[in-house]
């Protein structure tokens, strides 16, 4: 049975949509083997904050992202209950989305990390320079410009912050590895055409590979538009060839997006070459002493395909492609007040923070 070990909900993330519970009891309908909760982390200042974030919670500028963080602990008491409620159906495991944005970042994922029981976490990276890259077109701009004023320069600088992430913090699972071609001129370009971008992403691979990392074939990229998954192929192969190991990702944030375009994906990882697919599971010794109940499986991808019923791909062959907004305001105006009803504690969104 397939798996995925990144989503969010719209209960906790005001740019996605449906309850933590819908997200769960829809993974058991698609017949995931192992579906893994991963919330956006709560970030520290407000000026990381997202034009949402700001206008909801109603955090003015000498004010501190406090609601965030009391969000988030209402995120972690719901997916603990899900884990147990739905136990026997389901493997959940609970973990969250890290956000590296400067160095500083590490200590709040640490803090993160030891105040909570995870099972695991997705390393990600969204920021340059501090600056949103995949937020819409206007960001990535101003993130280039800060880069130096090129693709190609801010490509360097996105795989050496990656790279800062991936030592520091040795991440179960690698989030959208090659996030930053999103919002680029020419997102179907080779990396190769740039030796100093190509050498980054070898040497970002050859750490992940040294550590255990898993690397997620996302297949958000496919619902935004892009012909391949996260990463892409010339980058898949050459973490393959370097004896990489792959898991598989929906990024989800709707129900529908849930297994969404893994028939893509299958045809993908056949054509790649990859032989086996990996994914986190309980009650085995693990290598990673901050989850020591989670240990990594593997599954060979004839016998992945195999147990997967047809009915189940054809889910997945949903409309695959939804065109980008200009950013994510829109939708997330739109659902403002199901957002508030559906955090099922809306005195926190009305809690003024403490001035900093």
């Known amino acids: ?67 965030l963080y009391k969000i988030f602990a209402a995120y972690y008491k719901e997916a603990m209950r899900l884990k147990h409620a739905y136990a026997s159906e389901i493997t959940i495991l609970v973990g969250f989305e890290s956000d590296y944005i400067r160095p500083s970042s590490t200590g ?58 991936l030592r520091a913090l040795k991440p179960p699972v690698v989030g959208h590895f090659d996030l930053i071609r999103l919002k680029s001129d020419d997102p179907e370009c080779s990396f190769q055409q740039w030796d100093g971008v190509w050498e980054r992403i070898l040497r970002n691979l050859t750490f992940i590979q040294s550590y255990g990392g898993l690397m997620e074939l996302n297949s958000a990229g496919l619902r935004k538009g892009l012909s391949e998954p996260y990463p892409n192929a010339e980058i898949s192969k050459a973490f393959l060839e370097k004896n990489g190991r792959f898991t598989l990702s929906d990024d989800s944030h709707s129900v ?34 901050r989850f020591p109940s989670v240990s990594i499986s593997g599954m060979p991808t004839s016998e992945w395909e195999q147990s997967t019923p047809s009915p189940i791909l054809r889910a997945s062959m949903r409309p695959s492609f939804e065109p980008e907004a200009s950013g994510q305001e829109e939708p997330v105006r739109a659902n403002c007040i199901e957002k508030r009803q559906l955090l099922d504690i809306p005195q926190v969104l009305q809690i003024t923070a403490p001035a900093t």
């Not at 933590?20 to 904050?49: G, N, W, Y």
Request: charged share 25%; net charge negative; aromatic share 12%.
């Open 108 to 165: 709040v994922i640490e803090d993160l990390l030891g105040q909570y029981h995870w099972d695991m976490f997705v390393g990600s990276v969204h920021h340059v320079r501090t600056i949103p890259i995949d937020f819409d077109r206007p960001l990535y701009e101003k993130a280039r410009r800060a880069a130096g004023g090129t693709d190609e320069l801010l490509f360097q600088a996105y795989f050496d912050e990656q790279f800062d992430m």
């Open 256 to 289: 529908d997006h849930v297994m969404l375009n893994y028939d893509r994906v299958f045809q993908f990882v056949r054509e790649i070459g990859i032989a086996t697919l990996h994914f986190l599971e309980r009650g085995k010794a693990s290598s990673d002493s």
């Open 1 to 67: 049975m397939p798996f995925s070990h990144h989503s969010h909900s719209g209960q906790f993330c005001l740019h996605a949509q449906n309850t933590l519970e819908e997200m769960v009891q829809t993974a058991i309908s698609r017949k995931l083997r192992v579906f893994a909760l991963t919330e956006h982390m709560p970030r520290d200042r407000h000026c990381d904050l997202y034009p949402e974030e700001v206008r909801n919670y109603q955090i003015e500028a000498n004010q501190s992202p406090a609601d």
